[in-house]
């Protein structure tokens, strides 16, 4: 069964640094987004992406958060400048197309610790 | 704005005994919900979901739902469990179209012997 992948696992980085937190969407679906779990908290939206942009976005997706799908396949979150409040897991998930009943597949995590 | 509350942070049962997971939402027109199941290491896995009709939804590995709107609940129940439903349950509610889920807090179950 088709599954959504995310890599790495585990990110370590110090406050201040970039990273990069990488999904691969199930091909055929149309819908992606970002959630987060700060640790015993809970599951938050970040932000949803159609059609390359952005449809709709929370008030954590401040300007450090940018989304981009480069290449047809991966979907990625950027963190210019990462803070300790950023230490979560982070979660993608993609959806086949716009109609109600359609699901969100999510796939396994990054857990993010920013030191 | 809508929001889901699971009252119970965590849940110890076991083996073979009954089980049910509490949720409720707030919501100002009708709810799609949904109850998703976390593994350790593993992504959220839909178990099951409700959008009309029938008010008692059957899912995946043996759990059903009930969609009471008068009580604005949702609860997820399991006749038997197993060892390997030891997991976190988050219950969720989603408005229509392409709008994110809001999620609860999470339920961790445990499973004794």
């Known amino acids: 069964e088709p599954e959504v992948t995310q890599t790495p696992s585990h990110q370590v980085t110090q406050m201040g640094q970039e990273v990069i937190l990488r999904c691969v969407p199930i091909s055929n679906h149309l819908y992606f987004y970002w959630y987060r779990q700060i640790l015993g908290q809970k599951v938050e939206f970040l932000v949803s992406?159609?059609?390359?942009?952005?449809?709709?976005k929370s008030e954590i997706f401040d300007d450090q958060f940018s989304v981009e799908r480069p290449d047809g396949s991966n979907f990625t979150l950027k963190i210019r400048s990462t803070k300790l409040e950023d230490s979560a897991m982070y979660f993608c998930a993609s959806r086949p197309s716009g109609t109600i009943t359609d699901t969100q597949y999510f796939g396994p995590g990054t857990r993010l610790t920013v030191l | 704005a809508q929001s889901v509350t699971q009252p119970d942070i965590h849940i110890t049962v076991s083996e073979g005994a009954s089980l049910e997971l509490r949720c409720n939402y707030s919501?100002?027109?009708?709810?799609?919900l949904f109850w998703y199941v976390q593994s350790p290491g593993q992504g959220l896995q839909l178990l099951l979901k409700?959008?009309?009709?029938?008010?008692l939804v059957q899912g995946i590995k043996g759990f059903e739902a009930e969609f009471k709107r008068s009580q604005s609940s949702f609860n997820l129940r399991k006749p038997s469990v197993h060892w390997s439903d030891a997991a976190e349950y988050f219950c969720?509610?989603?408005?229509?179209?392409?709008?994110?889920?809001?999620f609860g807090k999470g339920t961790r179950l445990s499973v004794i012997a």
């Open positions: 969720a509610v989603g408005p229509r179209g392409n709008t994110p889920l809001v």
């Open positions: 919501y100002g027109a009708t709810p799609y």
């Open positions: 992406f159609y059609n390359n942009e952005i449809s709709e």
């Open positions: 409700y959008f009309s009709g029938d008010t």
